[in-house]
């Protein structure tokens, strides 16, 4: 507690999408101040943030600026080039740190990375050919998902392949790009466990939380999820492990798929997570306060679920209900400040609290 960040000190922020924007509210309700750092003009995050630097994610002369006007630095984003992170890091303490980037940012890594604590995953082979890829058909078939090994997100960079399909139409898509191809999982359901660990090695989990997808976007998510006590324990447990295993400081999502044969882990998410925004509504410490207190070395909060929440995201159009939200009875709206809607563009979000009536 004493080796805490003291009030009035600014957190560096990298990523200025929604995800830093509310980290940026929960730094504030804790006495920090915030400090964003994205190569676009003008991202969500700014609104709320005392400073903004808009600047590419190799300015080297930026990166400096910006580590040394901040007492830690923290990501809202996987995808940041590890170039950045490394530079940043020999000036200031970045948490999470480098290996869990690292391991994210990969699909091949990561899932290496899981077997190796023990964990179950989608059986997964490297694909540089169409050979490979009708090796991975023959041992995992009939049907696999091809998946580039970098860079996917909300479904994007992957593709179903059943029998007949055109294997050397599917890898040219890929333009190239290192893949990887998995068997298909038939899963009864998908949950995600948003959990932390602060710097003292404390770990706290929340509930886990039951989403559904739309067109491999995340669409809602609920709790409680409809899971055994043993699994609801087997999932936070696999959380515990992973975020042991990295030695990891802050919050990280942990998505795992549902089977009769036990909990098999989709993948991480080193930051807050999409499916833990209903935490907002249904703790009184939610992710985002979560992280901001692992990182800055308070003690956690402990997660504790008062209320059944059903969070929807706002995506593209679903913005034009926003009146019918604004009106619904036992409803927050979260809003991103983003001027214009786009399809598949996230503008906010809505969590609400089920009541017994
Ligand atoms: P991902 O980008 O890996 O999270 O995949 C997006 C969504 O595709 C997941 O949330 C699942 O619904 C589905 N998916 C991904 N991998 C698999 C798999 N190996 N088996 C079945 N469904 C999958």
Redesign the pocket.
């Known amino acids: 507690m004493s080796d805490a960040l003291a009030p009035g000190q600014a957190i560096g922020i990298l990523g200025g999408g929604q995800l830093g924007r509310m980290l940026s509210v929960a730094a504030g309700r804790l006495g920090y101040r915030t400090h964003i750092y994205d190569p676009g003009a003008n991202p969500p995050a700014a609104h709320l943030a005392e400073r903004v630097t808009c600047a590419p994610w190799d300015d080297r002369a930026a990166l400096r600026a910006f580590a040394q006007s901040v007492a830690v630095i923290t990501f809202e984003f996987e995808n940041i080039p590890a170039e950045t992170l490394a530079a940043l890091e020999d000036l200031r303490t970045i948490r999470p740190g480098l290996r869990a980037l690292e391991v994210s940012q990969d699909?091949l890594e990561e899932k290496r990375f899981l077997r190796g604590l023990g964990l179950q995953t989608?059986p997964f082979a490297p694909v540089a050919s169409t050979a490979d890829l009708a090796a991975a058909m023959a041992e995992f078939g009939p049907e696999i998902?091809l998946?580039t090994r970098r860079m996917?997100?909300?479904?994007k960079g992957?593709v179903r392949l059943g029998a007949g399909a055109d294997l050397a139409a599917a890898l040219a898509e890929l333009e190239g790009a290192d893949a990887i191809a998995?068997?298909?999982?038939a899963?009864s359901a998908?949950v995600s466990v948003i959990a932390a660990r602060n710097v003292a090695g404390a770990v706290a989990a929340f509930d886990p939380g039951e989403?559904l997808?739309k067109s491999?976007i995340l669409h809602q998510t609920r709790v409680p999820a409809r899971l055994s006590a043993a699994q609801r324990s087997d999932a936070v447990i696999i959380a515990a492990n992973i975020l042991n295993a990295l030695d990891y400081v802050g919050v990280l999502g942990v998505?795992l798929?549902v089977t009769p044969g036990g909990i098999l882990v989709?993948?991480i998410a080193p930051r807050v997570h999409n499916s833990g925004h209903w935490t907002q509504n249904g703790c009184a410490v939610d992710q985002f306060e979560q992280h901001i207190r692992a990182i800055t070395g308070l003690p956690l909060g402990d997660g504790a679920r008062h209320a059944d929440v059903v969070m929807t995201n706002l995506i593209g159009d679903d913005i034009d209900r926003l009146p019918d939200y604004l009106v619904a009875p036992d409803t927050a709206v979260h809003l991103y400040g983003k001027a214009e809607s786009r399809p598949g563009r996230k503008m906010g979000h809505v969590n609400a609290i089920i009541r017994a009536r």
Not at 182 to 185: A, D, S
Request: glycine share 18%.
């Open positions: 699909r989608a998902i998946k996917g997100y909300d479904g992957q998995e068997g298909v999982i899963f998908e989403n997808h491999g998505e798929f989709n993948e």
